[in-house]
Nanobody, 126 residues
């Protein structure tokens, strides 16, 4: 079973940047579309960005367009989420996820993903 591990979270001031990483243990991520999701306290989990396994097509939530960039390095079997111009409302636990069939047309719906990491905390505060 695919196991995903996120890293790179932390505390950052508003306007700052962080880069999150998603890696897999035992398996390569090359086969999978990968999505990033986040969940803030008291809120439902929401899709942030996704990237396809083949041509690198990307999809973003409106709330992060122009600020976040998802990318992948298949040689390192890692997917990144570069987050710039961070706002307090970006504070959440961030998760990466993958579909069991490998691809899901890069949709930002958590029901289309089967494997989930444990999450990494991002806190944006002065």
């Amino acid at each position: 079973q695919l196991q995903l591990v996120e890293s790179g979270g932390g505390l950052v001031q508003p306007g700052g940047s962080l880069r999150l990483s998603c890696a897999a243990s035992k398996f390569t991520l090359d086969y999978y579309d990968i999505g990033w999701f986040r969940q803030a306290p008291g809120k439902e989990r929401e899709g942030v960005a996704c990237i396809t396994r083949s041509n690198g097509f990307t999809n973003y939530a409106d709330s992060v367009k122009g600020r976040f960039t998802i990318s992948r390095d298949n040689a390192k079997s890692t997917v990144y989420l570069q987050m710039n111009s961070l706002k307090p409302e970006d504070t959440a636990i961030y998760y990466c996820a993958a579909p069991v069939l490998g691809q899901n047309m890069c949709v930002l719906s958590e029901t289309r993903y089967d494997y989930w990491g444990q999450g990494t905390q991002v806190t944006v505060s002065s």
